[in-house]
T-cell receptor, first 115, second 118 residues
Framework: AQTVTQSQPEMSVQEAETVTLSCTYD???????LFWYKQPPSRQMILVIR??????QNATENRFSVNFQKAAKSFSLKISDSQLGDTAMYFC????????????FGTGTRLTIIP | DAGVIQSPRHEVTEMGQEVTLRCKPI?????LFWYRQTMMRGLELLIY????????DSGMPEDRFSAKMPNASFSTLKIQPSEPRDSAVYFC????????????????FGPGTRLTVT
């Protein structure tokens, strides 16, 4: 079974600063996908970024980037130039490449951007 | 597209009552997922369907929970009888047919139903 661990329940950072959220996972699969979802106070789950395990290059989406360390089973999210609208819960999630469409989520990190 | 639609957005009920949550997936999506979110357990997958057929219901907590998908555009999650520990936010999500390499795989979430059982 896969597990996803987010060890930082809460974080806060000043606006315009950079923040990194941690995520580790455990799996015996070789091919899989990792995701970061954002959940603002509206409760809507929004996909922020995805990473394919077979790709060496780290994914980036504007101010959001990941540091994917496959050997260490680590998948951290970096938010640059943080904005007030980044305040939300952030969930790391995993799905294997074949046969199982389940998303396994971590417990989340509550991020607060301070004006 | 309107996205995944869930109703009601909020539900307050008394212990022992039957509760029905509803979901309309995005048109054309073949997969539908029901999740439960609580402070203690985070986001848990309860059940998912492919082409209206339940594929995995191992996350359904008890026989009090049941889910149906009578057609491609509608699904229900029913709790009977409800208990205070069922209080949570219930999300429905849908996704299109998953390509072999899953490069563009994404689950699209609805706004959730906040259930309070007193």
């Amino acid at each position: 079974a896969q597990t996803v661990t987010q060890s930082q329940p809460e974080m806060s950072v000043q606006e315009a600063e950079t923040v990194t959220l941690s995520c580790t996972y455990d799996t015996s699969e070789n091919n899989y996908y990792l995701f970061w979802y954002k959940q603002p106070p509206s409760r809507q789950m929004i996909l922020v970024i995805r990473q394919e395990a077979y790709k060496q290059q780290n994914a980036t989406e504007n101010r959001f980037s990941v540091n994917f360390q496959k050997a260490a089973k680590s998948f951290s999210l970096k938010i640059s130039d943080s904005q007030l609208g980044d305040t939300a819960m952030y969930f790391c999630a995993f799905t294997p490449n074949f046969g199982n469409e389940k998303l396994t989520f971590g417990t989340g990190t509550r991020l607060t951007i301070i004006p | 597209d309107a996205g995944v639609i869930q109703s009601p957005r909020h539900e307050v009920t008394e212990m022992g009552q039957e509760v029905t949550l509803r979901c309309k997936p995005i048109s054309g999506h073949d997969y539908l997922f029901w999740y439960r979110q609580t402070m203690m357990r985070g986001l848990e997958l309860l059940i998912y369907f492919n082409n209206n057929v339940p594929i995995d219901d191992s996350g359904m907590p008890e026989d009090r929970f049941s889910a149906k998908m009578p057609n491609a555009s509608f699904s229900t999650l029913k709790i009977q009888p409800s208990e205070p520990r069922d209080s949570a936010v219930y999300f429905c999500a849908s996704s299109p047919t998953i390509p072999p390499d899953r490069v563009f795989y994404e689950q699209y979430f609805g706004p959730g139903t906040r259930l309070t059982v007193t």
